[in-house]
């Protein structure tokens, strides 16, 4: 378990080196990706799923959130912890909606985690917006929530076929 | 001894809680008593995580400088491959993708060369007022002296970007960042001991005083701001109604902001939005610099303000 969170806690650093200097050069009308928020959100709401009926695993999730802020802001001109509080607070969000929702079919879990993300990342960049006096909700804006969007999605996948082939593999060992 | 003097204990304690349910008559009560034990116990984990985190982030913004430097130096090297990688990436696919545009921009090209050739006698005449501000702007750049640095990342959310050197290289805040060809980027934003981030002339909160190089020679220097729009765009504020101003005049800083030194390139008037019931007239500018193919600037490290 603590293997997979390790990678995780790598997989968030590579993602913001690689925000801060590859996908610098791959922009949309000056749009750029956000690849650690779209790490965060990923991990987190397939860990919250995943640990739904199991609240004891909590603070691994927080030690996910406070990894993912603490990226965000190493390669940012904010201070830190600015990430960390915001990361924290869309966490605790993503958890008590995932928690009060009856069924979560998993053929429809991309529709779910969109309507989560969606939001989450309007939130993230109103407040950063707002304590940089660039908050401006317009096309721009929704060309970034689309272009982060469509990343999210690939990354979503991506995620999910990685945890059903270690899953099979586990279920395996029991054969 | 002990493990002896322990289980005694425990077992006290076994007949205390059997005593309490008997006072009680009811095992509800002690339940209750359970859940609220439990639930003070959240409570109380969650305050003490609160107070931890908020200590965290307290001693992590004390040791900010050292923590970031560290970072820096150790992502250095991945930093500045990925930055090469994507700058040739994105030529790569940019040519890619501009293949099928060929014909109208080919078009495009044939008019603007018409009108091109019907500038060319007026620009004859300003030949020699060119030729000096050649001159003049080697001048500047022949009297100051430049550090060069390498550029390794850019946040183009904010118009941030992040420079190979640091105050060990001899870089302090707001020293001028240009290109070789006299090409202003903006002014050093923080400085770190390996590192430094620079915030460009298009960042929403940068603004800079520039002359505006008409065509016309009779006309007497305009001036304006230079505000930043983000994400890498500027534009011209707080030009007067009655000076004019057309589209492709040249912007180039004045110097009466203290920080930049003179005559260095800013950008070119696109368009002039002038409407009489405002003050002032404003025009949208395009900037010279362009950060993603830039891959040496220099920092001016001994302009006297």
Not at chain 2, 70 to 78: G, I, R, T, Y
Request: glycine share 6%.
């Amino acid at each position: 378990m603590w293997f997979k969170f390790l990678a995780i806690f790598l997989a968030i650093f590579l993602a913001s080196v690689v925000q801060a200097s590859f996908l610098a050069h791959f922009t949309i009308l000056g749009n750029s990706a956000n690849l650690v928020f779209v790490v965060f959100a990923v991990v987190i709401f397939y860990e919250c799923i995943l640990n739904r009926l199991w609240p004891r695993e909590f603070y691994k999730e927080i030690m996910v959130v406070v990894v993912a802020g603490f990226f965000a802001d190493l390669f940012s001109s904010f201070s830190f912890g600015l990430s960390i509080a915001i990361f924290l607070v869309l966490y605790l969000a993503i958890k008590t909606a995932i928690y009060f929702l009856k069924e979560i079919p998993d053929r429809y879990l991309i529709v779910y985690f969109l309507a989560v993300f969606a939001p989450s990342f309007f939130a993230y960049h109103a407040v950063l917006g707002i304590i940089s006096n660039n908050l401006r909700v317009n096309t721009a804006f929704f060309i970034a929530l689309a272009y982060n969007i469509v990343l999210a999605a690939a990354l979503f996948y991506f995620y999910k076929k990685i945890d059903s082939i270690k899953s099979g593999r586990q279920l395996k060992l029991f054969h | 001894m002990k493990k002896v003097l322990g289980k005694a204990y425990q077992i006290s304690m076994d007949c205390q809680i059997c005593v309490s349910f008997l006072s009680r008559g009811t095992i509800d009560n002690y339940f209750m008593n359970l859940y609220a034990k439990k639930k003070n116990y959240f409570v109380r984990n969650v305050i003490i995580s609160l107070v931890g985190l908020a200590l965290f982030m307290a001693v992590m913004n004390f040791f900010e400088q050292p923590i970031k430097n560290a970072a820096h130096v150790v992502s250095a090297p991945m930093l500045k491959s990925f930055w090469q990688a994507g700058a040739s990436s994105s030529q790569f696919l940019g040519s890619f993708f501009s293949n099928g545009s060929l014909q109208a921009e080919s078009s495009n090209l044939k008019q603007e060369n018409a009108k091109l050739a019907a500038h060319v006698i007026a620009l004859q005449g300003l030949v020699r007022q060119t030729q000096t501000a050649a001159e003049f702007s080697q001048n500047v750049a022949s009297n100051l002296s430049g550090l060069q640095v390498q550029v390794i990342g850019l946040d183009e959310e904010h118009d941030i970007a992040t420079l190979n050197a640091g105050s060990a290289q001899g870089i302090v805040e707001n020293m001028p960042v240009v290109s070789g060809h006299n090409v202003l980027y903006g002014k050093i934003l923080k400085v770190y001991k390996n590192f430094s981030t620079v915030a460009l002339i298009s960042n929403s909160l940068s603004a800079l005083d520039v002359k505006i190089q008409t065509l016309e020679l009779t006309t007497s220097a305009v001036r304006g701001v230079i505000k930043g729009s983000g994400k890498l765009g500027i534009y011209l504020d707080l030009i007067s109604l009655n000076a004019s101003i057309q589209a492709g005049d040249i912007l180039a800083t004045s110097a009466l902001d203290g920080i930049y030194p003179k005559d260095l390139l800013v950008g070119k008037i696109v368009s002039v939005n002038k409407d009489d019931a405002k003050p002032f007239q404003t025009a949208s500018a395009q900037p010279f610099f362009d950060i993603k193919t830039a891959d040496n600037l220099f920092v001016i490290t001994d302009y006297k303000r």
